[in-house]
């Protein structure tokens, strides 16, 4: 399993990036697909994902601002962020996990085996 970001940087407050995760070595398809992130000092977050039928889910402090997306042909997920806070400031982190069941496990970072090495978003202005 192979989980590549990219498109991380700085935004000043009220900005947009869009984070993209590049995947292979699995069946993408048939994995959930999240983001979790880790800001300076404080342990992880896990911030959205997709479900391996494509059902999206939102941690409240990004619902309404964050969208999730995945594209299966391409093996890609990405994440658009828009009105983004300082306290969106962390290492964003690609992670993907299957299951034969689904759960709230998705929520869980502890429940996610395979890693990518992360991309830095800072905002500020």
């Known amino acids: 399993v192979q989980l590549v970001e990219s498109g991380g940087g700085l935004a000043q407050p009220g900005g947009s990036l869009r984070l993209s995760c590049a995947a292979s070595?699995?069946?993408?398809?048939?994995?959930?697909m999240s983001w979790v992130r880790q800001a300076p000092g404080k342990g992880l977050e896990w911030v959205s994902c997709?479900?391996?039928?494509?059902?999206?889910y939102y941690g409240d402090s990004v619902k309404g601002r964050f969208t999730i997306s995945r594209d299966n042909a391409k093996n890609t997920v990405h994440l658009q962020m828009n009105s983004l806070k300082p306290e969106d400031t962390a290492v964003y982190y690609c992670?993907?996990?299957?299951?034969?069941?689904?759960?709230?496990?998705?929520?869980?970072?502890?429940?996610?085996?395979?890693w990518g090495q992360g991309t830095q978003v800072t905002v500020s202005s």
């Open positions: 992670a993907a996990e299957f299951r034969r069941y689904s759960s709230s496990w998705y929520f869980d970072p502890n429940e996610y085996d395979n």
């Open positions: 070595g699995f069946t993408f398809s048939t994995y959930v």
């Open positions: 997709s479900s391996s039928d494509g059902t999206s």
